[in-house]
């Protein structure tokens, strides 16, 4: 029996974050096609056929369930970077298919960057938006990566991790509403652009570039 009962509360307990993922992936999508005023429970709920009692079981207000869908898009985004970074052992190709993973994410999941768009007009006064606080978190194994490189000689010794991380950092940030805002980019030439002038420079030679 109580085998037969553990296994019971295992399969309800997957089937509820089941449910909740699938509610969560709803209001993602109408959050960010309506805006957050115009979508409310009813509309969840009728997307998803369900009663929009059985919302509030998972979630107690519409702000905790937007916040709930950003929070799962950045925690997707940070998945989805980590699997391609560690698919390869080479640590510049790692570099690049992070950025390449965080601007295919972007590219081909948008609900997400309009759901930063809003949480950061509606929810103004909140301490820290949740892109930056998932950013924050993923900073501590960026920066012991480079740190490494640098002792390995295979970056400069005088380069300071926090100007890299943030100047890396911002480019990806700017560049993934770019291309948002003006429609799809090639996201491999994007990569390829943004390792070569970062790592290489733009100087030549004779002025002390990268050699």
Request: charged residues 25%; contains cysteine; glycine residues 6%.
């Amino acid at each position: 029996m109580k085998v037969q009962s553990k296994v019971s509360r295992d399969k309800a307990a997957t089937l509820r974050l089941e449910r909740r993922q699938k509610i969560v992936g709803a209001a993602s999508r109408l959050f960010a096609q309506l805006g957050y005023s115009e979508c409310d429970m009813d509309r969840v709920a009728a997307r998803l056929r369900i009663a929009k009692g059985t919302i509030y079981l998972y979630f107690p207000s519409k702000e905790k369930l937007f916040l709930a869908c950003v929070d799962w898009g950045m925690s997707q985004l940070q998945l989805s970077v980590r699997a391609a970074e560690e698919s390869t052992e080479d640590p510049f190709e790692r570099i690049a298919r992070a950025i390449r993973a965080y601007l295919t994410f972007f590219a081909e999941h948008p609900q997400h960057v309009e759901l930063l768009i809003q949480e950061r007009a509606i929810f103004k006064n909140r301490k820290r938006p949740t892109y930056f606080e998932y950013r924050d978190s993923a900073r501590v194994h960026w920066h012991a990566f480079y740190s490494s490189l640098i002792e390995q000689g295979r970056l400069r010794p005088d380069i300071q991790v926090d100007a890299l991380l943030d100047t890396i950092g911002n480019l990806v940030y700017g560049t993934m509403f770019t291309n948002h805002f003006l429609g799809k980019r090639s996201v491999d030439e994007q990569q390829v652009n943004m390792l070569d002038i970062v790592f290489r420079g733009i100087l030549s030679d004779r002025d002390g570039g990268a050699t």
